[in-house]
């Protein structure tokens, strides 16, 4: 089965899911001649979440000699179809040289789910990379939100950046829980406008209708010098 899936770098690949970890990479010339940007997508799916409350993390990592600069995720069913309402995202995140995507099923069993990671690798792009995190608490109570945003320091450019909810250990929290957007933004956490540099990127997260406990919202911002 083959599903488009949107990447938080704004770019558009189509990635194959199934029940075990895969990886594939594409290869697109950018600016044309030897050199030209050469952009690498590597992907990586695994079977899951399944159970009620649980997540699932995927991993997809950056071949060697080339840059990390973004990603995305996905969750979906392996055979097709409508997914179940409460199968959703809460993490779409940077880690060393990889990417990583993180399925969550909420307060119902999912049957066939898979968790799709989305790597965005650059070749004879930027000399270094860094990334900038910022995190709040919560959201707490029930129906309240968060909002976390990382900014590149002065000196280095946004390239893009993730977005995590829950358990700082990494567990889903809430089954409610979930992100409502990981997007460029300024300073001050609104979106960034269209035609216009953005130099910081956001992070928001809902509590839906139940409340949670030590949870965390999360925002990285992947920035170039």
């Not at 055979?79 to 909420?106: A, F, M």
Request: with cysteine; charged share 10%.
């Amino acid at each position: 089965m083959r599903r488009a899936i949107l990447l938080a770098a704004a770019a558009a690949v189509t990635a194959a899911c199934g029940p075990t970890a895969v990886a594939t990479a594409g290869r697109t010339v950018i600016g044309g001649g030897a050199s030209g940007l050469v952009r690498t997508v590597a992907v990586s799916t695994v079977g899951g979440p399944a159970g009620p409350a649980t997540a699932t993390r995927s991993s997809a990592a950056c071949p060697a000699g080339t840059t990390l600069v973004g990603g995305g995720v996905g969750a979906a069913l392996t055979g097709g179809g409508k997914p179940p309402s409460s199968l959703h995202t809460n993490g779409t995140l940077p880690e060393r040289r990889t990417w990583v995507g993180i399925g969550d099923t909420g307060g119902q069993p999912v049957l066939g789910g898979a968790t799709t990671a989305l790597a965005l690798c650059l070749t004879g792009g930027p000399a270094r990379v860094t990334v900038t995190v910022a995190q709040v608490d919560g959201p707490g109570a029930s129906r309240s939100t968060a909002r976390a945003t990382a900014s590149c320091p002065p000196g280095t450019e946004l390239l893009g950046g993730g977005g995590f909810t829950g358990d700082p250990s990494g567990g889903p929290g809430s089954p409610s829980l979930h992100l409502l957007g990981s997007y460029p933004s300024t300073a001050g956490g609104a979106p960034a406008a269209a035609g216009l540099e953005a130099g910081s990127w956001t992070a928001a997260a809902g509590a839906g209708g139940r409340q949670g406990a030590g949870l965390q919202t999360v925002s990285y911002a992947v920035c170039a010098s």
